[in-house]
T-cell receptor
Framework: GENVEQHPSTLSVQEGDSAVIKCTYS??????FPWYKQELGKRPQLIID?????GEKKDQRIAVTLNKTAKHFSLHITETQPEDSAVYFC??????????FGQGTRLTINP | DGGITQSPKYLFRKEGQNVTLSCEQN?????MYWYRQDPGQGLRLIYY???????QKGDIAEGYSVSREKKESFPLTVTSAQKNPTAFYLC??????????????FGPGTRLLVL
């Protein structure tokens, strides 16, 4: 069935280090994979997305990689800063009908 | 994220009461969505609408109802049949025409609490 598994559920890194969050999905036809950042009590905000015709996309300190064969994609944040602390959600399209979200990763950046 | 508004920010529901959450957008988007978020969990789809006067059930539609009489408005009613309504409700919109593979933009959310 539709499923997006996200790991880890919590992640704590030192400021300046890198953070990696991984997601796996079940629908081999999925072609769109967004990542959202949600600060406490706020709305989710899109930070980066990738479509199935590329394997990697980068925007300053944030990058996403996609492995369609293995059906997984990852978010990479380099040179982490305190303002990166938030909950991050991945999502994948299910049968072209809807987005299915992962359970979220709470990222804490330690100064 | 500007252009999508939700009201109220907090809403209290009494036992057996129906309550309606408002969602308005001025982005000229055709598609609109309602999600429910429980603590420590991801977003689950309640209802979605790709065009005016049409909407479809999502994964957890039981106990909820919607209408889409205007392009810019997609209100959600939480009925008394929803036995565990306490959650953070998020409305989203996308430009429309491309299905789920379009970028969705979220409103600020409504937190519903049961008295």
């Amino acid at each position: 069935g539709e499923n997006v598994e996200q790991h880890p559920s919590t992640l704590s890194v030192q400021e300046g280090d890198s953070a990696v969050i991984k997601c796996t999905y079940s629908d081999s036809a999925s072609n769109y994979f967004p990542w959202y950042k949600q600060e406490l009590g706020k709305r989710p905000q899109l930070i980066i997305d990738i479509r199935s015709n590329v394997g990697e996309k980068k925007d300053q300190r944030i990058a996403v990689t996609l492995n369609k064969t293995a059906k997984h994609f990852s978010l990479h944040i380099t040179e982490t800063q305190p303002e990166d602390s938030a909950v991050y959600f991945c999502a994948a399209v299910w049968r072209a009908q809807k987005l299915v979200f992962g359970q979220g990763t709470r990222l804490t950046i330690n100064p | 994220d500007g252009g999508i508004t939700q009201s109220p920010k907090y809403l209290f529901r009494k036992e057996g009461q129906n309550v309606t959450l408002s969602c308005e957008q001025n982005l000229n988007h055709d598609a609109m969505y309602w999600y429910r978020q429980d603590p420590g969990q991801g977003l689950r789809l309640i209802y979605y609408s790709q065009i005016v006067n049409d909407f479809q059930k999502g994964d957890i539609a039981e106990g909820y109802s919607v209408s889409r009489e205007k392009k810019e408005s997609f209100p959600l009613t939480v009925t008394s049949a929803q036995k565990n309504p306490t959650a953070f409700y998020l409305c989203a919109s996308s430009i429309g025409g491309g299905g789920a593979q379009e970028t969705q933009y979220f409103g600020p959310g409504t937190r519903l609490l049961v008295l």
